[in-house]
């Protein structure tokens, strides 16, 4: 009975072990179904694309929910490269695997380009050098910054008679440094009316006044809303005589600008103004082959009525090229004692920026600004 009795629990403890065996077969299986590649920067990345790329199963098959997989470390699709990243499957008894996948991150995609509203306009007898930015485009991508890209811009061909008025289409290329290249064609003005010239000057100012990212290369905003322009002295000296690179920097524009350390930063931030600039017109008072002198009758609405003033505006020929030398900012405001006319209309006027925008990088087109002239 005794040996009955020892068979029995004998038997019974087995079957006990066995039926634990039988609940927890066996851990978790990860397996890696390719090498993941992902592109770099891409907006929408997330970790939870990676998991196409492998299968987590119980021991019994059965795909484990997402929450029973995780990620031991980070996948940075920041960078260019090869990372691996550590992937850990745990099951409901807390069995685990762990397995790693390879990360490409690849760049395959092609930069971008935001031309000027308006083409470039010279005057028939310039010799301008153009540059992408002194064109007034704009080079974007996802992993370059504008200043590499720059670097890789290229007219294809410069096929501009700056001796014969017309508008001239002219191809450029770039790329950025992983090879994606982008092909584009820039219009560009040449005109034998020096009004139309300086119109196309005073847009410029109006445009730099904003931060205009057509023309500055900028950095990243830090917490203070300054922005690093890269190309500021190349921007002004282009475009500007000294003494009309001093003008600019002591008019409105200049309360934008903070230099330090031999870097200059734009101020996003400004105040209210109790002005709107309306409009500028032009008169060729004087011209020569070295100066062009204009009269620049300027208006603004303030409350319900316009403000008038006449300054001079002059151009001088340097390197080739008509330069801003000597103006006033339309962006300063109204004179102290101006000449004042009541405005029947004043909604119906055209709607400007007082001043600059807030963001250098959200300014309003040309073409939402009153056309000069």
Same mark, same amino acid.
């Given at each position: 009975?005794?040996?009955k009795t020892g068979v029995l629990t004998l038997c019974v403890l087995l079957l006990s072990g066995c039926a634990k065996r039988v609940e927890n077969p066996g851990p978790p299986q990860i397996t890696i179904l390719e090498d993941a590649?992902?592109?770099?920067?891409?907006?929408?990345?997330?970790?939870?694309?990676?998991?196409?790329?492998?299968?987590?199963?119980?021991?019994?098959?059965?795909?484990?929910?997402?929450?029973?997989?995780?990620?031991?470390?980070?996948?940075?699709?920041?960078?260019?490269?090869?990372?691996?990243?550590?992937?850990?499957?745990?099951?409901?008894?807390?069995?685990?695997?762990?397995?790693?996948?390879?990360?490409?991150?690849?760049?395959?995609?092609?930069?971008?380009?935001?031309?000027?509203?308006?083409?470039?306009?010279?005057?028939?007898?310039?010799?301008?050098?153009?540059?992408?930015?002194?064109?007034?485009?704009?080079?974007?991508?996802?992993?370059?910054?504008?200043?590499?890209?720059?670097?890789?811009?290229?007219?294809?061909?410069?096929?501009?008679?700056?001796?014969?008025?017309?508008?001239?289409?002219?191809?450029?290329?770039?790329?950025?440094?992983?090879?994606?290249?982008?092909?584009?064609?820039?219009?560009?003005?040449?005109?034998?009316?020096?009004?139309?010239?300086?119109?196309?000057?005073?847009?410029?100012?109006?445009?730099?006044?904003?931060?205009?990212?057509?023309?500055?290369?900028?950095?990243?905003?830090?917490?203070?809303?300054?922005?690093?322009?890269?190309?500021?002295?190349?921007?002004?000296?282009?475009?500007?005589?000294?003494?009309?690179?001093?003008?600019?920097?002591?008019?409105?524009?200049?309360?934008?600008?903070?230099?330090?350390?031999?870097?200059?930063?734009?101020?996003?931030?400004?105040?209210?103004?109790?002005?709107?600039?309306?409009?500028?017109?032009?008169?060729?008072?004087?011209?020569?082959?070295?100066?062009?002198?204009?009269?620049?009758?300027?208006?603004?609405?303030?409350?319900?009525?316009?403000?008038?003033?006449?300054?001079?505006?002059?151009?001088?020929?340097?390197?080739?090229?008509?330069?801003?030398?000597?103006?006033?900012?339309?962006?300063?405001?109204?004179?102290?004692? /101006?000449?004042? !006319? %009541?405005? &029947? @209309? *004043?909604?119906?006027? =055209?709607? /400007?920026?007082? !001043? %600059?925008? &807030? @963001? *250098?990088?959200?300014? =309003?087109?040309?073409?939402?600004? %009153?056309?000069?002239?």
């Open positions: 009975m005794l040996k590649v992902i592109e770099v920067n891409q907006p929408d990345f997330s970790e939870d694309v990676l998991r196409a790329y492998f299968k987590a199963v119980d021991s019994q098959g059965n795909e484990l929910p997402q929450e029973n997989v995780v990620f031991l470390n980070n996948a940075n699709n920041a960078l260019l490269g090869t990372s691996y990243i550590k992937v850990k499957a745990v099951d409901k008894n807390g069995y685990y695997d762990v397995k790693t996948l390879k990360v490409t991150t690849v760049d395959h995609t092609a930069p971008t380009c935001v031309l000027p509203v308006q083409p470039p306009v010279f005057l028939a007898g310039e010799t301008p050098e153009l540059t992408a930015k002194t064109a007034g485009i704009q080079l974007r991508d996802n992993f370059n910054r504008e200043s590499t890209l720059a670097k890789n811009f290229r007219w294809l061909i410069s096929d501009v008679d700056y001796a014969v008025p017309g508008t001239y289409s002219l191809p450029a290329r770039f790329q950025d440094s992983s090879g994606n290249a982008v092909e584009i064609t820039l219009e560009v003005k040449v005109s034998d009316d020096p009004v139309e010239k300086a119109q196309a000057c005073l847009e410029l100012i109006l445009e730099l006044c904003q931060g205009s990212s057509n023309y500055f290369i900028l950095d990243t905003a830090d917490a203070e809303q300054q922005t690093a322009i890269v190309n500021y002295a190349q921007i002004m000296d282009f475009f500007f005589t000294a003494a009309g690179r001093q003008a600019m920097e002591a008019s409105a524009f200049g309360k934008r600008i903070v230099t330090e350390g031999g870097q200059t930063r734009w101020v996003a931030n400004t105040a209210a103004a109790s002005w709107q600039y309306r409009k500028t017109e032009f008169t060729l008072q004087d011209a020569d082959d070295e100066q062009l002198i204009f009269a620049a009758k300027t208006s603004w609405q303030v409350q319900d009525q316009i403000v008038e003033e006449t300054s001079e505006f002059i151009l001088v020929k340097q390197q080739g090229v008509w330069k801003i030398d000597s103006f006033v900012n339309p962006l300063d405001g109204p004179p102290a004692n /101006p000449k004042v !006319t %009541p405005s &029947a @209309s *004043p909604q119906t006027s =055209p709607q /400007p920026a007082n !001043t %600059p925008q &807030a @963001s *250098p990088s959200s300014q =309003p087109p040309a073409s939402a600004r %009153p056309k000069n002239g």
